[in-house]
């Protein structure tokens, strides 16, 4: 009995692995990235993703591919307020986070995802 209950257990625990869908990638280069969801902030040129479950935790960016910046800035201009998911790494360098973009997921233009913005409106 306990090795059928054993075997039940397993093939349960196998199933639920082999098909688990991943929000998380790896590259070749051991990089790890995850998906990170923010607000976009510009302080002296430079972008800073402020994070949507954090209420002072921004991370400076910087990006593998420039069009994605480039095409981040042609959103602010056109669009004030917009949150968006980005596949990045995220580390802490000398005290300072810091992001390294490697995609942009989702965008929710005309949209915020910060809690405390969403009480202001009410």
């Known amino acids: 009995m306990k090795k059928n209950t ?3 257990i397993l093939s349960l625990v196998f199933a639920n692995v082999s098909h688990a869908n991943p929000t998380s990638q790896q590259t ?5 990235y995850d998906l990170f969801a923010g607000t976009i902030i510009e302080k ?3 972008l800073y993703l402020h ?3 954090s209420v002072d935790a921004h991370f400076k960016l910087s ?3 420039t ?4 095409h981040i800035r042609e959103v602010m201009k056109k669009h004030p307020k917009f949150w968006l998911n980005l596949s990045a790494n995220a580390e802490m360098v000398e005290g300072e986070y810091v992001m390294t ?13 910060h ?3 969403l009480l202001d409106e009410l």
């Open 67 to 70: 069009k994605d910046e480039q």
């Open 44 to 46: 002296d040129r430079q």
């Open 28 to 32: 070749d280069s051991d990089t790890f």
């Open 51 to 53: 994070a949507c479950k």
């Open 63 to 65: 990006f593998n591919h």
């Open 101 to 113: 973009v490697d995609a942009i997921g989702d965008e929710h233009l005309n949209q915020n995802c």
């Open 6 to 8: 054993f075997i039940i």
């Open 115 to 117: 809690l405390t913005d």
